[in-house]
């Protein structure tokens, strides 16, 4: 990996990550088509720069990670534990199957940015989500973070999409999507270290740290806009995104 390779890939990690399309695939398309890289070394790329990505999500949102360890805040710790039980649930039988292969990902993000859309116009007329961090939403949100073992489906984007189905407003949807990212991607990083080794060389540990700042910038400025906009107009706009996205 040169020096324009490494910045261009951080950069693009760090961008995607929190967006609803796989930033994975996309770090992938863009090691091979532009860079010329092999599909290992493309691969090896794109889980390596989930570990700046992982450090942005980390700094941000250390203070909810304090209180969860100090058992401060219950009621997250319980959505969080539920959370990734139920990820493992879902992650660990279709991961199984879908190994290696790209699964159906046209038809979950149809299906997804069509739930969406329609949950926005049933609920134009509410102004305010009452979205609660408990075990059921935990679980449930959990289960669809377990679909995004399939390759192509993004882990944020349907995420995300379900806690907005369960009623969280677009501000808190965002915040408990990125935080669930932490340990679901802290253990992806052990396993891939453990089987297959990572290499920390310069240019490498250069776009890590790229991926680390413009992810923390992302995540500042996707919660700052989801702060500001109306609940139902976000789930149709998002909704829209993941169907536009689909045909990509």
């Given at each position: ?174 915040r408990l999507s990125f935080l669930l990212s932490i340990p679901s ?64």
């Amino acid at each position: 990996m040169d020096l324009i390779q490494a910045l261009f890939l951080g950069l693009l990690q760090g961008v995607t990550e929190w967006l609803p399309i796989s930033s994975q695939g996309q770090v992938m398309v863009a090691a091979l088509s532009l860079f010329g890289v092999t599909a290992e070394e493309a691969f090896r790329h794109a889980i390596t720069l989930h570990i700046g990505t992982l450090i942005a999500a980390t700094v941000y949102f250390r203070k909810e990670l304090v209180e969860i360890v100090l058992l401060k805040d219950k009621p997250l710790l319980k959505f969080f534990l539920t959370a990734l039980i139920g990820s493992a649930i879902t992650a660990i039988p279709i991961y199984l199957v879908f190994k290696g292969v790209m699964g159906d990902t046209f038809l979950v993000m149809l299906l997804v940015g069509a739930a969406l859309i329609l949950i926005g116009i049933i609920q134009f007329k509410k102004k305010i989500a009452q979205g609660k961090e408990n075990v059921g939403h935990g679980f449930l949100t959990g289960l669809a973070q377990g679909i995004a073992v399939i390759p192509g489906i993004s882990r944020s984007g349907i995420t995300t999409a379900v806690l907005l189905m369960e009623d969280f407003d677009p501000e808190q949807a965002f915040r408990l999507s990125f935080l669930l990212s932490i340990p679901s991607v802290f253990a992806a990083e052990v396993v891939f270290a453990t089987i297959e080794g990572i290499s920390f060389e310069p240019n490498m540990l250069i776009a890590i740290a790229v991926a680390a700042i413009v992810g923390y910038a992302s995540i500042d400025f996707l919660i700052n806009i989801a702060r500001k906009i109306n609940f139902s107009i976000f789930c149709i706009v998002f909704g829209l995104a993941y169907i536009a996205l689909a045909f990509i």
